[in-house]
């Protein structure tokens, strides 16, 4: 009888042999034909270890976390739109790991999924990242073996890819959010199998860090940047926590959105200037830094709102041209009058109806799910949080597909496709103010959301949901693209 032991075992098997055959990295192998003549960088090397980290606390006492070469956030990897990123990743950790390349659309091979694209990176081992980069934006890098715990100890980073001609602006920032759960003594709490956190929110960290620097203030930012006032400025956020939710406002200047999860949209205003940042998700914006004071806060529970940065402008700000719409990526366009039809349904949770899932081909009841699995949610009825299962739908090359994702629990959930960029039709049964691509939509409590894509990536790409305790608890399923 086949068993999860059993499929990862013939997995590894292939990926064994794979391993034994020379790779030829050329651009072609690497997006399917006609990359041959990109530019390769140097080899970049990552090393993941242990670390320790001052957060900026009053204390000033360290925090043991995992690193990527020593800090959290880890280093900003830049690139140039038509490039091919060449990074070796030095596990120095004491668990074997992988790295998933968040939002980059790059071949099945390189995407850093444990037993489906690779084998894990055993401690003291490493492995070889090659891969074009066809999009600009704004993306991450972070570990896809155990991720909850993993990336929650701090092993994240951006990853920027510039235009071939970047627009004109003053600054260039990346701001990585992120939470930490620690104790009374500043260390991180490491029960990161709570049930609790499983089958609720997720792990809420006690602490918000805005790279790598505490960034929680009551009432005003004690150090505030200071700005010509007039700065143009590009911004862009990226939310690495594992489960927080960051429904960020800003007041005193009126932002421009020009790009979500690294694609660009129609640049507009902010409705009341505010936007969702869900796990796993990224924004660009465009500041023209105002006079006087601007403020970030976070205003997701209004009870508890928080200062995240404030900026402050100087002197007398003068009229800057308007800002032109960023060149689009080349991400095919489905065809929805062609496009097959599909239906994702989330059952679980905390307060929810399932009954019962299937686990491994085997039907078992709610009860059973979570005490003898240790799981929750499911995704049309199977309960999943080993990457080594049946594909949820499989597609065919060059096939348009909308799903349809049907939330029927009562928590969000921030969907994540890798290996493409989706458009999102509805959230809720309404269009978007603005068309947009992404890579992950949030999903409201008992809310729904339409989205559409051409399946031109050939492999097995995970489809799951970025509160990273949900995905453990079996919101986590598989499309392949053949």
Known sequence: METPDSRREARRGVLRALAAVPLAWSGAALLGGGCAQLPVTATRVLRMAPSQQQFGLPSGSATGIWAFDGTAPGPLLRY?????????????????????????????????????????IAPGERFRYRFALPDAGTYWYHPHFRSFEQVTRGLYGAFVVEEAQPPEVDEDWTWVLADWLLDREGAMRTDFEDPRDMSHAGRIGNLVTLNGRFAMHRDSDPEPLQLRAGTRVRLRLLNAASARIFALRFAGAAPLLVATDGHPLEPHRLADDSLMLGPGMRVDL??????????????????????VRELLGAGTAQPRPPFAPLPPNPVPEPDLARARRHEIVLEG??????????????????????????????????????????????????????????????????????????RVLTVNGRPPRVSEWRDTVILDPEGSAEIAFLADNPGDWMFHCHILQHQQGGMMAMIRVR
Request: aromatic share 6%; proline share 7%.
């Open 349 to 422: 949770g905390a307060r929810g109806r399932l009954r019962s899932a299937r686990v491994d081909g085997k039907e078992v009841s709610v009860e059973q799910l979570m005490r003898q699995h240790a799981m929750a949610w499911a995704m049309n009825g199977v309960a999943s949080n080993d990457h080594v299962h049946e594909p949820l739908l499989t597609l065919g090359r060059g096939e348009s597909c909308v799903i349809a994702l049907d939330n029927r629990t009562q928590w969000p959930h921030p969907m994540h496709l890798h290996g493409h960029a989706f």
């Open 80 to 120: 140039r739109q038509g490039e091919v990123a060449d990074i070796e990743v030095q596990n120095g950790l004491p668990d074997a790991t992988t790295v998933h390349w968040h939002g980059l659309r790059v071949p099945n091979a390189m995407d850093g999924v444990p037993y489906v694209t690779q084998a894990p």
């Open 286 to 307: 465009i500041v023209d830094v105002p006079e006087g004071r601007f403020t970030v806060s976070d205003r997701l529970d209004p009870r508890r709102a928080f200062v």
